[in-house]
């Protein structure tokens, strides 16, 4: 059951949980997210904003990579998919720490040095895993964070004509377009 206040006019908002919103979220269930850690979120654009809501739903506390400091079993998602988000992200492991990649790296290679140390990784059993995709059984509990009303959808996705698609998902992998574009038929 959706929200009662959900027209049929706004189910198309629920398409956005199938990958995008999914796949931020199985990344944060793998980081081992959970009520009162800090988690540090690395990107500006929808996937980032969804893991701050869905960090937020969880009960995580929110934090910046300005205000981080040095702290061990940090929680860390980076959603840019750009060279110097990665190595922030890499950096700010620390011991015990975890980061996850949310957006590929389309074959490029991944340079550690000298944004993280190798020893944060090994001696320090910090984690380092990429995320493209959701284990079904999460989904159930995404679809309960908007069904509680913990994550509002609305300002997330934009509904696109089919003849705005491509310049609408160019303009959205471009950053110029803050909401994802769902095609709304």
């Known amino acids: ?109 991944i340079d550690f040095a000298p944004a993280a140390s190798w020893n944060t990784f090994v001696t320090d059993e910090a984690l380092l895993f990429g995320a493209t995709a959701c284990h079904p059984d999460l989904y159930p509990e995404l679809a309960a964070l908007v069904v509680r009303g913990q994550l509002d959808l609305g300002p997330l996705v934009e509904a696109v004509s089919l003849a705005d698609v491509v310049s609408a998902r160019a303009d959205y992998a471009a950053g110029r377009r803050q909401t994802l574009p769902i095609l709304r038929f």
């Open 1 to 109: 059951m959706w929200p009662a206040d959900w027209t049929d006019d706004d189910l198309w908002r629920a398409a956005y949980l199938a990958h995008e919103a999914a796949t931020v979220f199985g990344a944060l269930m793998r980081l081992g997210l959970e009520p009162g850690r800090p988690l540090i979120v690395v990107g500006d654009g929808a996937r980032a904003r969804v893991a701050v809501a869905i960090g937020l739903a969880k009960g995580a506390i929110p934090s910046t990579p300005a205000d981080a400091g040095p702290a061990s079993g940090r929680r860390i998602i980076e959603t840019s998919g750009s060279a110097g988000g990665r190595a922030l992200a890499l950096g700010l492991a620390g011991p015990g720490g975890a980061v996850a990649f949310v957006d590929g790296l389309d074959g490029r290679s």
